[in-house]
């Protein structure tokens, strides 16, 4: 079965710093990838995702995240991030993009000024 | 057009009640899903509608808990008996048919069972 592990519950980073978001999966092939967010009392708003070719996917909001299949990794970056990235981000997985997501346990984002 | 809505938006109610929470898709999604987001569970799949085919039940947690999609659109899911151990936020998302097409989230119904 797959599974996502996301290994970092709540990280706390200055604002202007540089951000990383880890994620982990486990899956017989290569997944479609997804990185969403949730603010707090909204849904799940879609970042960015992978499907194939170029491993360093661009999303909205100035993340992005690099794939890579020798470490089963998908991990999102900002370079700069800024008061309103606090939020709780999710990774997930599916066979397809049409299909049923796995999500990780989330990680909370907390920005100090 | 509009995004994915949800209704209610919260619910409270009794244990042992019936409950019935809607979703309406982003018009022309073909596939339709069902998330729960729980603080002991994280987010898990519930359930999945793609056009006409059989939905994947395979993520309901019981029988108490079925759901319906009517004329390929709306969708209700529905929870008998409810249990403490239900209050959660549900979440429903739609895509469209293709691979690479990828899922837009409601604002959740939050449920809340006494």
């Known amino acids: 079965a797959q599974s996502v592990t996301q290994p970092d519950i709540h990280i706390t980073v200055s604002e202007g710093a540089s951000l990383e978001l880890r994620c982990n999966y486990s899956?017989?092939?290569?997944?479609?990838l997804f990185w969403y967010v949730q603010s707090p009392g909204q849904g799940l708003q879609l970042l960015l995702k992978?499907?194939?070719?170029?491993?360093l996917v661009q999303g909205i909001k100035g993340f992005e995240a690099e794939f890579k299949r020798s470490q089963s990794s998908f991990n999102l970056r900002k370079p700069s991030v800024h008061w309103s990235d606090a939020a709780e981000y999710f990774c997930a997985v599916a066979p397809f993009g049409n299909e049923k997501l796995t999500f990780g346990t989330g990680t909370r984002l907390t920005i100090i000024p | 057009g509009a995004g994915v809505s949800q209704s209610p938006s919260n619910k409270v109610t009794e244990k042992g009640k019936d409950v019935e929470l809607r979703c309406d898709p982003i018009?022309?999604?073909?596939?339709l899903y069902w998330y729960r987001q729980s603080l002991g569970q994280g987010l898990e799949f519930l359930i999945y509608?793609?056009?006409?085919?059989?939905?994947?039940k395979s993520g309901l947690p019981s029988d108490r808990f079925s759901a319906e999609r009517t004329g390929g659109s709306v969708s209700t899911l529905t929870i008998q008996r409810t249990q403490q151990e239900d209050s959660a936020v549900y979440l429903c998302?739609?895509?469209?048919?293709?691979?690479?097409?990828?899922?837009?989230f409601g604002p959740g119904t939050r449920l809340t069972v006494l």
């Open positions: 509608f793609q056009g006409n085919s059989a939905p994947d």
């Open positions: 992978y499907f194939s070719g170029d491993t």
């Open positions: 899956y017989g092939a290569t997944p479609y």
């Open positions: 018009s022309g999604h073909t596939a």
């Open positions: 998302a739609s895509s469209g048919q293709g691979a690479t097409d990828t899922q837009y």
